[in-house]
């Protein structure tokens, strides 16, 4: 269960990321500002990568229990 919720909060945080790096693409509209707007979107996709593999890897070992 540790791993289903560890996965839905990372992907959560994932899409609040990837929502800041809109925001801060109209306050920042500099280098800097696409700098930052690369790292969100990096971490975001990254994040959201980690807590789909960790729900996916929840979800097997439990289809895993039930055929046993």
């Not at 791993?3 to 899409?15: D, F, H, P, Q, Y």
């Not at 990837?18 to 693409?25: E, G, M, P, Q, W």
């Not at 980690?50 to 729900?55: A, F, T």
């Amino acid at each position: 269960m540790k791993k289903l919720k560890t996965g839905i909060t990372l992907i959560v945080l994932g899409n609040v990321l990837y929502v800041t790096k809109d925001f801060a693409t109209n306050v920042l509209p500099s280098s800097f500002g696409d700098f930052i707007q690369g790292l969100l979107l990096g971490l975001g996709v990254g994040i959201n990568v980690v807590g789909i593999i960790l729900v996916f890897m929840y979800l097997a070992k439990e289809e895993k229990k039930i055929k046993e």
